[in-house]
């Protein structure tokens, strides 16, 4: 059962030795942002595989300037480095990609975990975990960064809306955060080939993605709403809608929000 008496162990980089190659772990104190630290590395030349993970981000982003708030030591807020050799088609599955193993590394504990187009993990209708992913422009050639901000820890009143949940709150229990992240990462690693073999990806992703065959309406920026079915995703990962009058097809990167239809 939740106990505030229940210790809340400090990230240590002792349980993150032992990670697949390439990823290795830093673990800071502070930071702005650890997107904004992981960026800044890849600009210096930094090779893929960095994990930064903090215990307090001061200006933690989502996407579109929205921010991701977590009180310190609560949760967990990394970022990963990627220097994506894939074809320019498939870098659109990379968030789908994080979220899909977000999901797998969570769902022997969560049954009920599922996705939601495109970068939330969700139980229910509560956001569980966010993803942003910035793509960086280097002298080694274009980076990804994959942030992830997991909530774990958080009692109801440490969350920033209604719509949030932890892992605390869901499974009535605090959790070790060190070995969830290794869990985390080792998901995201093993899995990572699936970015080669995107037919396959979009089946795994379908599959737990609780957007497709619901009614949706998709907010895009200048305030138009489009609304309809989820028919599918495409082969970039983009949500195919049907309006009614035809098709319309949602990229990632033009969306605002994506809620359920009234
Ligand atoms: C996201 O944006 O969901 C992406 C969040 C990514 C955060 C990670 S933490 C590590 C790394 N470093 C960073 O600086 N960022 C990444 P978006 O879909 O725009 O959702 C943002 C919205 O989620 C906010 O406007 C709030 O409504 C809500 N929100 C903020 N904090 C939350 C939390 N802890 N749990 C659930 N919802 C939250």
């Given amino acids: 059962m939740s106990d505030d008496a229940v210790p809340r162990p400090a990230l240590d980089p002792e349980h993150f030795v032992s990670l697949p190659r390439p990823?290795?772990?830093?673990?800071?104190?502070?930071?702005?942002?650890?997107?904004?630290?992981?960026?800044?590395?890849?600009?210096a030349g930094e090779p893929e595989g960095l994990?930064?993970?903090?215990?307090?981000?001061?200006?933690g982003r989502g996407r579109l300037d929205r921010v991701w708030e977590a009180p310190r030591g609560a949760s967990l807020t990394f970022s990963i480095l990627l220097r994506p050799d894939v074809a320019p088609a498939s870098w659109t599955w990379i968030p789908l990609l994080t979220g899909y193993a977000l999901q797998a590394a969570l769902a022997d504990r969560v049954p009920e975990v599922t996705l939601k187009w495109p970068n939330d993990v969700m139980v229910g209708e509560h956001k569980l975990a966010g993803i942003l992913v910035e793509r960086v422009e280097t002298d080694l050639g274009p980076a990804a960064v994959?942030?992830?901000?997991?909530?774990?820890?958080?009692?109801?009143d440490e969350?920033?809306?209604e719509i949030a949940t932890s892992l605390r709150i869901e499974l009535e229990e605090t959790f070790d955060r060190n070995p969830l992240l290794a869990q985390v990462l080792?998901?995201?690693?093993?899995?990572l080939p699936l970015l080669d073999q995107p037919e396959v990806l979009r089946?795994?992703?379908?599959?737990?993605?609780?957007?497709v065959g619901r009614t949706v309406d998709v907010h895009l920026p200048g305030?138009?709403?489009?609304?309809?079915?989820?028919?599918?995703?495409d082969q970039y990962g983009a949500l195919?809608?049907?309006?009614?009058d035809g098709t319309f097809t949602a990229h990632a990167g033009d969306v605002v929000h994506v809620r359920a239809a009234e």
Avoid: M, W
Avoid at 51 to 57: G, M, P, Y
Avoid at 203 to 211: E, Q
């Fill in 159 to 161: 969350l920033p809306t």
């Fill in 223 to 233: 305030g138009e709403t489009v609304r309809g079915e989820v028919l599918d995703l």
């Fill in 240 to 244: 195919v809608l049907s309006t009614g």
């Fill in 186 to 191: 080792g998901s995201f690693r093993a899995l």
């Fill in 51 to 59: 994990v930064i993970v903090t215990e307090h981000q001061t200006a």
């Fill in 146 to 156: 994959i942030g992830i901000g997991l909530n774990v820890n958080q009692t109801r």
């Fill in 203 to 211: 089946a795994a992703y379908t599959d737990v993605c609780a957007t």
């Fill in 23 to 43: 990823l290795r772990v830093e673990v800071v104190d502070e930071t702005t942002s650890t997107n904004a630290l992981v960026v800044a590395r890849a600009k």
